[in-house]
């Protein structure tokens, strides 16, 4: 997918030809703070294979400027080779790993940088940063910060730092005598703005550190009043309120910091991100399409670029594809990466033909190989994607993008042990690229290695972050091992956001169910405070009363869901959930399903379907009234109307896999087993390790003739692998 935290635009160079600019032009440039307008001519001496270093760190350092990170690693890396430039060019390398989390990278360099240079403060005080952000060697960070201190003791920084070094190693009187010390100080006057945030954060932090909540509270209170705009305070105190689970006051924190400072791309990327996570999409998108009005071109093109990442994540394709269209009409020179980029988006738009004709205007190879094998792979292509890739990977080896693409290609083919190679191979490379680890963790998972599953998904946690569909896969493995699950600490922060603590609970209790069967996710359910009646919880409700039903206990599940349904008669969902609870008992066997709400085990097939009515009527499109629907006609006899309804309910909600199995197998009931085919390729690209599925895949084109073909081999090597041995997986692979 698009990575929507990228490039910038490439503005239009205002000096005329950029063979013509000599480096006294660019240097007076940079000076000028027109680091955009520097790179076109740089590129063109860096392309005319100049052996100045000076150049490549200007370079470096311009495309830093301008966002261009990972572009930026290489000519700065060349300019380090000169003693001359390793200094500055080394200074600008590990600030912009230290920026993107890249602490250990950091480090490296400026381990280089002190050595040559062994009294240079703020290369000492950033490697005592880095060393308290990645949390390994704090002891260390410590010392750096003590040295800087020696050096020039009144260095604001390097106060920070050890303030905070002394807290991350939990010596909480001596961080209270060195706050004690500044407990004065006047923040509204300092000579810097971010130091003065960074003293007035520490106290704040301090408080946290302790457990005095509301004393924290007061103090970010005040100092994002005083600093609203300043991004060290802002991100420390939206660490704070989301573990209080503050949304609001998260969301109000951003929006100060943006309304402060509006042209800072991170808080309007922070702001649309939470913004859309809380469900309020055309706001995030609004705060986005606000900057493109800006009259810098840079942050117009860059809050397009960001703007058409949001739409093609929410599949609004045509909209983002337009709004990078933007983009490109701003720059009749676009630069490789831009096209490459572009190309990128025209492959998420499935305009596959365009994306191979704009790899004929592109120069670098790398980039038409890793284009054309994305082509291949979007068509199913796996075989001539994989050369494709492999071909690419030759000229850049260490692409985290280009190994992932790589290893989905090798799955494809059915070579799992290349696919996970070249999925280990994409964490070592950038793990924060791709999501190489939540695959590899599902492909660990599903083959039963659990605890490589579990290691995979925490690597490098001090360089990497967790998402919630990371925390979810690692809180239903731990929970599959029976034993009471406590959320680990690297997962707080995640599992704290807004409408992730619903998940988190449902991957425990799916992890719970698959252990000890339904018994054990409902106990863990109802140790865990959950109002039933909350709409927030709906989701949490649907499998309560699955597993309710599941157990033995339908009458239970009926009163809870009916509970649901009387607290918020016009919510969808809860008529949906009250409905497959009725019908649920109207399939009960007399025996099995009584328990403790004997009376409420009705057969009544007609209140069923009555509360699946009146969830349509509320919402057409709520998933679980859909699928009762279908199973009300299906027992009517009225196969075609339930496939309507079973096929609606997936499209509505495709995590819940139980509508598009019901309607494969009223397909193959109807004869129509190229839809079916169709449909199990669907299911294999939600759950690529299904082995039953891939068997029951297989087996359809075995019986039509096609088990020669690669994909059915792929197929049984997919199956054998997952858990869906069957003899004609054994006899296809037999065969070859």
């Avoid at 130091?195 to 100092?223: I, L, M």
């Avoid at 309007?268 to 705060?287: E, H, Q, T, Y």
């Avoid at 605890?451 to 809180?475: C, F, G, P, T």
Wanted: hydrophobic residues 45%; charged residues 30%.
């Amino acid at each position: 997918m698009l990575n929507t935290v990228t490039m910038l635009l490439i503005a239009l160079v205002a000096v005329g030809c950029s063979h013509d600019v000599t480096l006294d032009d660019i240097r007076a440039m940079q000076a000028a703070g027109q680091m955009k307008t520097s790179v076109q001519p740089l590129r063109d001496m860096v392309d005319a294979k100049t052996d100045d270093p000076e150049v490549y760190f200007l370079y470096g350092r311009a495309l830093s400027a301008i966002g261009e990170h990972d572009a930026a690693l290489w000519p700065l890396r060349r300019a380090m080779e000169s003693e001359d430039w390793l200094v500055p060019a080394g200074m600008q390398f590990a600030n912009n790993a230290f920026d993107t989390g890249n602490n250990e990278t950091a480090i490296d360099v400026l381990d280089k940088v002190i050595e040559v240079s062994p009294e240079k403060v703020s290369a000492i005080v950033l490697r005592a940063r880095a060393r308290v952000e990645s949390r390994k060697n704090v002891e260390l960070a410590l010392a750096d910060a003590d040295l800087a201190l020696e050096i020039d003791p009144d260095s604001t920084a390097a106060r920070i730092v050890r303030i905070l070094a002394l807290l991350s190693l939990e010596m909480v009187e001596e961080a209270g005598e060195a706050l004690e010390a500044i407990e004065d100080f006047a923040f509204e006057t300092a000579p810097e703005e971010a130091d003065s945030a960074r003293f007035c954060g520490a106290r704040a932090s301090f408080a946290k550190e302790k457990g005095e909540n509301e004393v924290a509270d007061e103090r970010y209170t005040r100092c994002l009043e005083l600093f609203p705009g300043v991004e060290i305070l802002v991100w420390d105190a939206i660490k704070f309120y989301e573990g209080q689970r503050d949304t609001e006051r998260v969301l109000s924190i951003l929006e100060a910091a943006v309304e402060d400072a509006p042209d800072l791309r991170t808080f309007r990327i922070g702001l649309a991100m939470r913004l859309s996570g809380a469900g309020r999409v055309d706001d995030a998108l609004d705060v986005l399409r606000a900057a493109t009005d800006s009259s810098n071109p840079s942050i117009a093109g860059g809050a397009w670029m960001d703007l058409a990442g949001l739409l093609i994540e929410f599949d609004r394709i045509d909209e983002g594809v337009e709004a990078f269209e933007k983009v490109l009409e701003a720059e009749p020179n676009p630069s490789p990466e831009l096209l490459f980029r572009y190309a990128d988006v025209l492959l998420i738009g499935e305009r596959y033909d365009e994306a191979l004709t704009l790899v004929e205007s592109m120069k670098v190879p790398a980039h038409q190989f890793l284009i054309r094998g994305r082509v291949h792979l979007e068509r199913k292509q796996y075989a001539e994607a994989l050369a494709e890739f492999s071909e690419g990977l030759q000229a850049w080896p260490d692409n985290p993008v280009a190994r992932y693409y790589a290893a989905l290609a090798a799955e494809g083919v059915g070579d799992y042990e290349r696919a996970v190679e070249e999925f280990r191979y994409s964490i070592r490379a950038g793990a924060s690229q791709t999501d190489a680890r939540l695959r590899l963790g599902r492909l660990h998972y599903a083959e039963g290695a659990f605890k490589y599953a579990v290691v995979i998904l925490r690597h490098d946690l001090s360089n990497n972050q967790v998402d919630i569909d990371m925390a979810e896969l690692e809180l239903e493995i731990l929970a599959t091992q029976g034993r009471a699950v406590v959320v680990p600490e690297h997962l707080l922060s995640v599992v704290n956001r807004p409408r992730a603590w619903q998940r988190a609970v449902a991957a425990i209790a799916r992890g719970a169910k698959l252990s000890t069967g339904p018994a054990g996710a409902l106990k863990f359910m109802e140790d865990t405070p959950i109002d039933w009646t909350e709409v927030a919880n709906k989701l949490l409700l649907r499998d309560y009363v699955r597993y309710l039903a599941d157990d033995g206990r339908v009458g239970a599940s009926i009163t809870v869901a009916e509970a649901s349904v009387t607290a918020y008669p016009d919510e969808a969902a809860f008529h949906g959930i009250l409905g497959m609870a009725l019908l649920r008992s109207s399939r009960a066997d007399a025996e099995t399903g009584a328990d403790e709400a004997a009376e409420n085990v009705v057969a009544n097939p007609a209140k069923a379907k009555a509360e699946v009515d009146r969830a349509i009527e509320l919402d057409a499109n709520e998933p679980y009234a859909l699928a009762g629907a279908g199973l009300v006609a299906q027992a009517a006899g009225k196969k075609e109307t339930a496939l309507d309804y079973y096929l609606r309910a997936d499209a509505a909600d495709p995590s819940d896999s139980a509508p598009l199995q019901q309607a494969i197998d009223i397909l193959l009931e109807l004869g129509r087993a190229e839809e079916a085919e169709a449909n199990l390729e669907k299911v294999l690209e939600r759950n690529p390790y299904s082995g039953p599925a891939a068997l029951k895949l297989l087996e359809l084109r075995v019986a039509r003739g096609a088990s020669d073909e690669p994909r059915s081999v792929a197929l049984a090597k997919l199956a054998m692998r997952f858990g869906g041995e069957g003899p004609a997986a054994a006899k296809v692979l037999k065969a070859q």
